[in-house]
């Protein structure tokens, strides 16, 4: 009967994190919005899902903690609960860097045409990360975890081009310097959200195997 709780519960557990993942795309979804279109709505829209992401952060965080207290986790479910505690600090930060991006928006006016393409990438890559790093969680999956990993060299490679992009700009006369640190400030926020999908990952790899290394 008990362990039939604690499947039930593990179940909701994975559920509820597939729910946080969703909002961290949503968020990152809007910031980008916000800033390849000024909406003020999209930037409103992710100020709201960084807030409902701290919400369900504190729910989830509670279900661990009474999971590995009320229950008698084995230790394959052990580090699937401690895996999830850790997750969920990296999944609040990914929530409060998009609202980062989507108040910067209101700073960096019209995106110069040169560095919109590769900040929309970053934005599309951040998302696929995000998205893969839960799932790879949730359906115990080690090579998505694995590709999520390898994801992150693209990631790296678009917030170097957005850099030159912008020094292009300054150098050109185009872009007045203040929007050039704004914008780059945005896509380093976006490189840090696939950090943070990395670090999730590398939580996959621990959850299943023990150990956090994918290299």
């Known amino acids: 009967m008990m362990r039939s709780r604690f499947d039930q519960q593990l179940r909701e557990l994975h559920t509820e994190m597939v729910r946080l993942g969703g909002l961290c795309e949503t968020a990152i979804a809007a ?15 992710a100020g709201a899902a960084e807030r409902e992401i701290d919400r369900l952060e504190r729910e989830i965080e509670q279900l661990c903690l009474e999971l590995l207290l009320r229950q008698q986790p084995v230790a394959r479910d052990l580090r699937d ?9 990296d999944l609040e930060r990914i929530g409060d ?10 700073f960096t006016g019209t ?12 934005a599309q890559t951040a998302i696929h990360m995000v998205a893969g790093s839960v799932a790879a969680f949730v359906q115990a999956d080690l090579d998505l975890a694995t590709a999520v990993v390898e994801e992150d060299d693209a990631m790296d490679e678009l917030f170097c081009q957005v850099r030159e992009d912008l020094l292009q700009l300054i150098r050109a006369g185009q872009s007045a310097a203040g929007q050039a ?17 990395v ?17």
């Open 31 to 45: 910031a980008a919005q916000a800033l390849l279109t000024g909406s003020r709505e999209q930037a409103q829209a």
């Open 81 to 89: 609960i401690s895996s999830a505690l850790k997750m969920l600090s």
């Open 97 to 106: 860097q998009a609202a980062d991006i989507a108040e910067l928006t209101r």
């Open 199 to 215: 670090n999730v990952a590398e939580w996959v790899r621990f959850s299943i195997t023990g150990s956090r290394d994918l290299g």
């Open 111 to 122: 995106l110069p045409a040169m560095g919109e393409g590769h900040i929309r990438q970053m």
């Open 181 to 197: 640190l704004d914008l780059l400030m945005v896509a380093k926020y976006f490189e840090r959200i696939g950090d943070h999908a």
